[in-house]
């Protein structure tokens, strides 16, 4: 099946910092990617999607102005964490839509620990 | 607003059939998935019916879909220790393109 990656797997950063997780699928073109957040033993909560060459759609309760979400090209999609502070640290899964097959694949997701 | 319920925890002995259940909102849902989270991992999907299906089976698993009740099952037999994870349904939202999910059901098999 279709494969989307994420990278980093797992990053640890300083309060204060910001962090950039990529989203790519590797084997189709995506014009549509999703980032989910994962907090422990809930479920996935949408965060925006991402559509390529225009401007992410935020789900209500998401600052934009923090998680920045870049969909450059038809194959990657990053999300940057600005200013992170613990309250973020989460696991955050991005998906990307395969309009030939018509659904979405998951990347591995990105565990993010902010100290 | 769409929602999607799921029972959160079962537990099966091995060799034995389990059943996940999960009841959504949203009638024009045209997409039901399964999802498969191992522990640390991301989403695997395990399977999908369009909406003006009743059942799909794929090898072991079942997928039953009761437009009527908006109540959607999978059912893993002879379930195995490596099918313990967490399983999430999901829809697709009104504009019918991100999901929704359920909170995910954890799935504990014991030998």
């Known amino acids: 099946g279709a494969v989307v990656s994420q990278h980093p797997s797992r990053v640890i950063c300083k309060s204060g910092t910001s962090v950039k997780i990529e989203c790519r699928s590797l084997?189709?073109?995506?014009?549509?990617m999703f980032w989910y957040r994962q907090f422990p033993k809930k479920s996935l909560m949408l965060m925006a999607t991402?559509?390529?060459?225009?401007?992410?759609?935020?789900e209500q309760g998401v600052e934009k102005d923090k998680f920045l979400i870049n969909h450059a090209s038809l194959t990657l999609s990053t999300l940057t964490v600005t200013s992170a502070h613990p309250e973020d640290s989460s696991f955050y899964i991005c998906?990307?839509?395969?309009?030939?097959?018509?659904?979405?694949?998951f990347g591995p997701g990105t565990r993010l620990t902010v100290l | 607003g769409e929602d999607v319920e799921q029972s959160l925890f079962l537990s099966v002995r091995e060799g034995d059939s389990s059943v996940i259940n999960c009841t959504y909102t949203?009638?024009?849902?045209?997409?039901l998935y399964w999802y498969k989270q191992e522990p640390g991992a991301g989403l695997q999907l395990l399977t999908y019916?369009?909406?003006?299906?009743d059942m799909k089976q794929d090898q072991r698993l079942t997928v039953l879909l009761n437009k009527k009740d908006k109540h959607l099952s999978l059912r893993i037999a002879d379930t195995q220790t490596g099918d313990s994870a967490i399983y999430f349904c999901?829809?697709?939202?009104?504009?019918?393109?991100?999901?929704?999910f359920g909170k995910g059901t954890t799935l504990s098999v014991s030998s």
């Open positions: 998906s990307a839509r395969d309009p030939g097959a018509d659904t979405q694949y």
């Open positions: 949203d009638s024009s849902s045209t997409y």
């Open positions: 084997d189709f073109q995506a014009t549509t």
């Open positions: 999901a829809e697709l939202d009104q504009a019918g393109t991100a999901l929704i």
């Open positions: 991402s559509n390529e060459g225009s401007k992410a759609t935020y």
């Open positions: 019916i369009f909406s003006n299906m």
